[in-house]
């Protein structure tokens, strides 16, 4: 059973950068052909991908995002990170990881979420 584990620091402060990683358990990152994604959730709002990050380490992002965004990986703790900088109020919201399987063209497996508040 593969599953996806979110963790983040819950409150950042304006201007700061938020790093959140996501632990998999039971699917290894590098595993053929899948993509590991990050997807937020505003308040109120519809889901967004941020980015996402392949089995080869090939990094992709969001046009909207992709000046403050990065994604990396540690493959020794099956875990990646999204870390997004100078973050606003705006940026509250939940944030998932999710793989994306392109067999299915779908995501298969989601983490259950974090929440994150950007106040001062």
């Known amino acids: 059973q593969v599953q996806l584990q979110e963790s983040g620091p819950g409150l950042v402060k304006p201007s700061q950068t938020l790093s959140l990683s996501c632990t998999v358990s039971g699917a290894s990152l590098t595993t053929k052909y899948y993509y590991w994604s990050w997807i937020s959730q505003p308040p109120g709002k519809g889901l967004e991908w941020m980015g996402a990050i392949a089995y080869s380490g090939t990094t992709y992002y969001s046009p909207s995002l992709e000046s403050r965004t990065s994604i990396s990986r540690d493959t020794s703790k099956n875990q990646f990170t999204l870390q997004l900088r100078s973050v606003t109020p705006e940026d509250t919201a939940v944030y998932y990881c999710?793989?994306?399987?392109?067999?299915?063209?779908?995501?298969?497996?989601w983490g259950q979420g974090t929440q994150l508040t950007v106040s001062s």
């Open positions: 999710a793989r994306f399987n392109p067999n299915t063209n779908s995501y298969d497996y």
